[in-house]
């Protein structure tokens, strides 16, 4: 579970929300006080990696998760839907 933490923006699947490159912040915090929802952009794990992705969909409290760049994204087309628990925090802010 992440508090508050500073990530680095990696390769381009989220452009043009965010470019490679970019810092932002992440926290688990307003997910103490609500379920994460359709749009919120999140950081989850996978694959012993993490991402960060837009959620797209949520059924049977599974998220479908997507790239805003849909061209170039290794999302939930490719390796399915994500559970909560996977879910380590929401993008609060993107730092200048």
């Excluded at 912040?25 to 749009?39: D, E």
Aim: charged fraction near 30%; aromatic fraction near 12%; glycine fraction near 6%.
């Amino acid at each position: 579970m992440l508090l508050l933490s500073r990530f680095k923006i990696l390769g381009h699947s989220m452009s043009p929300a965010f470019s490679e490159n970019d810092n932002v912040l992440v926290s688990y915090i307003p997910f103490l006080f609500g379920k994460p929802k359709k749009g919120d952009i999140v950081v989850f794990e996978k694959y012993h990696r993490l991402y960060i992705k837009r959620i797209k969909k949520i059924k049977d409290e599974k998220y479908f998760l997507v790239g805003d760049n849909k061209k170039d994204s290794m999302d939930s087309r490719r390796f399915g839907s994500v559970t909560r628990k996977q879910i380590k925090g929401k993008i609060i802010l993107k730092l200048t």
